[in-house]
């Protein structure tokens, strides 16, 4: 597969740089503050900006249906890429980017399940929770039907194990490779092809159910 | 009243069940499919890359990247 190249941050110095050296776009981010939710966001890096918009929508994606949670899921993912922005120097093109981001994204939101998990805090995701999740410029009957169907795929989902859950997110990406998915959830090719075979099964079986 | 107007309103209602129905109707072959679907219709709230970008603009800077102290290094030594 063609990996795409990036170019490195040019926000990057070993100490802070003094008040008078911060570059004008971050000086005016800073200032301004948050900016209006219609316009596009001012990034002090431009160039983390362009990774983010390439894949943003996965990350997000990936987060809510493995959280089942929209609200988590946006919190995961501003937290999976903040992190990703601060290690972005360590990051030396040997998997995709695409690969890079989704070991943070696996590892923040196992992180999370457990610790609600420890907590015994109740999921309440289907009470409310779906309003927010579909996007505000589609049409009422739109967005009926991908709250309709997100629910239906959220619910098979859930009553998945937490290992098929994630494989099954994670070929769903045209992206992502049989050799990449191995890489990532540590086992080898055959392990991944197995377990997606059980994996689909077990999803179509409680997918039905929900018709 | 217009007389037509409860066979317009009874057509229009049929039409739009018709097209619910033809929306909600579509087959999948995998569950790779179904859920490439979803990710497609499932955009990450608009709010979130403004809050990433903030949290960013609020970073000091991150450390040197390996090619770039490996670079200074070897200018420095040059």
């Not at chain 1, 170019?7 to 000086?27: C, G, H, N, T, Y």
Request: charged share 25%; glycine share 4%.
């Amino acid at each position: 597969m063609a990996r795409r190249e990036y170019p490195r941050p040019s926000l990057v110095s070993a100490e802070a740089p003094p008040a008078e050296a911060i570059p004008d776009f971050k000086a005016r981010a800073l200032r301004e503050g948050p900016s209006s939710p219609g316009a596009p966001p001012t990034w002090a890096s431009p160039e983390f900006g362009a990774i983010y918009e390439e894949h943003s929508r996965q990350i997000y994606y990936l987060a809510l249906r493995f959280l089942g949670d929209p609200t988590q899921a946006e919190d995961a993912a501003h937290d999976v890429f903040l992190k990703a922005y601060r290690k972005l120097g360590e990051f030396r093109g040997e998997s995709a980017m695409r690969t890079w981001l989704y070991r943070i994204t696996i590892n923040h939101c196992k992180n999370l399940l457990q610790t609600w998990h420890q907590r015994h805090m109740v999921n309440n995701a289907e009470d409310n929770l779906w309003e927010t999740a579909a996007a505000s410029t589609e049409s009422p009957l739109r967005v009926l039907e991908i709250k309709e169907l997100g629910q239906r795929i959220q619910k098979a989902l859930h009553l998945l194990p937490q290992e098929y859950r994630l494989l099954l997110l994670l070929v769903a990406d045209r992206q992502m490779s049989y050799d990449e998915i191995a890489v990532l959830t540590e086992q080898s090719v055959d392990a991944v092809r197995g377990k997606l075979h059980r994996a689909r099964k077990a999803f179509i079986a409680q997918f039905q159910k929900f018709a | 009243m217009n007389p037509k107007t409860p066979k317009l309103q009874q057509q229009q209602k049929q039409e739009t069940t018709e097209e619910i129905a033809s929306r909600t109707a579509r087959e999948f072959a995998s569950p790779e499919e179904l859920l490439r679907h979803d990710a497609d219709q499932t955009s990450p709230p608009r709010a979130l890359a403004h809050r990433v970008a903030e949290s960013i603009a609020k970073e000091p800077g991150c450390t040197r990247s390996w090619w770039q102290r490996w670079f200074s290094r070897r200018t420095t030594n040059s």
